[in-house]
């Protein structure tokens, strides 16, 4: 064999290496091969660019739960998504859903497109449906990213009504250092330090059939914000919930990024 079919015969080694080893390596994942592409992204992104730490989500496979979460960047799905080795279905504003630049990516995703204001009844009853049957459904309860030196927005008690209704648990959690600079690209041109932090599954069995009580529905909002407070270090948190249609002005949204910027400068 000659020299250069030596070299050709390295060449397509090195391609073929890889795109096998990430075939064996997909096969393991629930997702196919397109869709494991893009969650191998997800995983070199979040570790190497956002050096992100995540430990087991703490649901059995084939066990349905809401997944309830604070929300201070763009790409927090990503970093819960590395907890655990299931599709997670995420609750997004509409508007993102129809953006002609990630429009795209998020319906790859399967994400469940919502109104932001007001109550959005179709997608309400596909979020318990794929609860229900074992699937994982991610809510923020502040609704949008929390761009202020608040510790958390006030909630929405979406989250609850679904995990009700799908007779399914709730789990908190906590993520820190989600890096994001008011922009949903931002994050990709941003290094972080980001450490994810899960709750137990909070257990709604005794509150099943009572998803009619709104002031129960509410508390309930009110516990499971102030479980992802705790997973925070953040006893003294005491949360609140907001108005049904109740939706930023662009003063605000300027205000709060200030706010963001001073406060990822502390830290």
Not at 163 to 186: E, H, N
Not at 229 to 250: C, I, V
Request: with cysteine; charged share 20%.
């Amino acid at each position: 064999m000659s020299q250069e079919e030596l070299a050709i015969g390295f060449f397509v080694l090195i391609a073929v290496v890889p795109v096998v080893g990430f075939l064996i390596w997909s096969r393991k994942t629930p997702f196919d091969p397109f869709r494991a592409f893009w969650y191998l992204v997800t995983i070199l992104l979040a570790r190497i660019l956002w050096r992100a730490k995540v430990p087991p989500m703490p649901v059995p496979p084939g066990q349905g739960a809401v997944v309830v979460s604070n929300h201070r960047g763009s790409v927090d799905p990503f970093f819960i998504a590395l907890g655990t080795n299931r599709h997670i279905h995420w609750m997004v504003a509409r508007e993102y859903c129809r953006h002609p630049a990630f429009g795209w990516f998020l319906r790859l995703c399967e994400v469940i497109p919502v109104n932001r204001g007001g109550i959005d009844t179709a997608s309400t009853k596909r979020a318990i449906r794929l609860a229900s049957e074992g699937g994982l459904v991610g809510v923020f309860p502040e609704g949008r990213i929390n761009m202020t030196d608040k510790f958390m927005l006030p909630g929405r008690p979406g989250a609850i009504l679904v995990a009700l209704k799908a007779r399914v648990p709730i789990v908190p959690c906590f993520i820190q250092g989600s890096p994001y600079d008011r922009t949903p690209w931002s994050p990709f041109l941003m290094r972080a330090k980001v450490i994810v932090r899960f709750g137990e599954p909070i257990d709604l069995s005794p509150y099943y059939d009572r998803e009619r009580d709104a002031g129960l529905v509410g508390q309930l909002m009110l516990e499971a914000i102030k479980a992802i407070a705790g997973l925070a270090g953040r006893e003294d948190f005491e949360p609140s919930l907001a108005g049904r249609r109740w939706k930023p002005t662009e003063e605000e949204v300027d205000r709060d990024m200030a706010a963001s910027l001073r406060l990822q400068s502390e830290q």
